[in-house]
């Protein structure tokens, strides 16, 4: 059974700091793997999508990587700022075609 | 830009009422899912439709919620009775393509069961 770990739970860091969120999963049978942002009360916003042949996607101050092979993904996010303040949940779709959820990281960017 | 609509974005009912949500996927999008959100929680999912047919509902509480998606284009999930562990959000998401599709979210339904 697939399952979806992301360390830390909550991080805190001052404006302008470069951070990277961990997502790990226990099954490499994957389709792709998908980072999401959600705000308080709010759904969830696509933010970086990336295909199981691929190893790393780049949107602006974000970059993802992945390796299959580890069972690994992380959120690299640059030059960070207030507007950042969030929770990042990552999530693999399996080869049952369902996506699967980390319990997300509550990250606070602070002036 | 096209968007998942969902509504209501919010409702309060009191136990044993029965509630819908409803959801109205990207265009062309055959996949929907509805997903729920427990406060602090990762999405878990509840049903997936490919057109109008269930792919998966293994994971949803058939003794009270039901889902249909009658033409393949929008879908109703119902809740009857709701009971108070029924509080959370409820997410409904869309992909072009099963496999690889990248998916798409609504803003959710937010639920609360008194």
């Known amino acids: 059974k697939q399952e979806v770990t992301q360390i830390p739970a909550a991080l805190s860091v001052p404006e302008g700091e470069n951070l990277v969120l961990n997502c790990s999963f226990t099954d490499s049978a994957i389709y792709n793997l998908q980072w999401f942002r959600q705000d308080p009360g709010k759904g969830l916003t696509s933010l970086l999508l990336i295909q199981s042949s691929q190893r790393e996607q780049t949107s602006g101050r974000l970059n993802a990587s992945l390796d299959k092979s580890s069972g690994r993904s992380t959120l690299y996010i640059a030059a960070s700022q207030p507007g950042d303040s969030a929770t990042y949940l990552c999530?693999?779709?399996?080869?049952?075609?369902?996506?699967?959820f980390g319990t997300g990281t509550r990250l606070q960017v602070f002036p | 830009e096209a968007e998942v609509a969902q509504s209501p974005r919010y409702k309060i009912t009191e136990k044993s009422q029965a509630v819908a949500f409803w959801c109205d996927p990207i265009?062309?999008?055959?996949?929907l899912y509805w997903y729920r959100q427990i406060l602090g929680q990762g999405p878990e999912l509840l049903v997936q439709?490919?057109?109008?047919?269930?792919?998966?509902d293994s994971q949803l509480p058939k003794d009270r919620f039901s889902a249909e998606r009658l033409k393949g284009v929008d879908s109703t999930l119902k809740i009857q009775p709701a009971e108070l562990g029924d509080s959370a959000m409820y997410l409904c998401?869309?992909?072009?393509?099963?496999?690889?599709?990248?998916?798409?979210f609504g803003e959710g339904s937010r639920l609360t069961v008194l």
């Open positions: 265009s062309g999008h055959a996949t």
């Open positions: 998401a869309s992909t072009l393509s099963r496999g690889s599709g990248e998916l798409f």
């Open positions: 999530a693999v779709k399996a080869n049952t075609d369902k996506l699967i």
């Open positions: 439709f490919q057109d109008e047919s269930v792919v998966d």
